[in-house]
């Protein structure tokens, strides 16, 4: 099982939700504009590492073109919530929406390169730990 996978998706969704509850109490994301666009980075991390673990659980095969359609997917529904929830749209509203899903989009490429390499080295520790309790098991028959 993906335990790593697991325990830094977790990570993220903490630092990410620990961030913007941070950020609109304290009226950071009107402080500091570009704040906006590194929690849409976390976002895309945290989306393709969640639903790599979730296919991994149910057995569904995780495709590039699933994962991403499953991204793009997040990152509209996210921004329709925003202008369908009453977010405060600047004048630069198509910039500010582009930027964000181009930071979705990048945070979503760097999660999936992540959990790939989880699951690799995940695989590389369970073959390895196969390995050493057969050797060990032939060693003690003789």
Partial sequence: MPRRLF?????????????????????LYWLFPWLDTGVHFLGGVWVMLVA????????????????????????????LFEL??????????AFDTTIDLIMDA??????????????????IENYDSTQKDSSESSISAT
């Fill in 7 to 27: 325990f830094i998706q977790v990570f993220v969704l903490i630092v990410l939700t620990a961030l913007h509850i941070s950020a609109l109490n304290l009226s």
């Fill in 52 to 79: 790599h673990y979730v296919f991994i659980r149910t057995s569904i095969a995780i495709t590039p073109t699933r994962m991403f359609v499953l991204l793009a997917c997040v990152a509209f529904g996210w921004e």
């Fill in 84 to 93: 369908w929830g009453g977010i405060p749209r600047e004048a630069n509203f």
């Fill in 106 to 123: 990048f945070g979503g490429i760097c999660g999936y390169l992540l959990a790939k390499r989880l699951i690799a080295h995940d695989r």
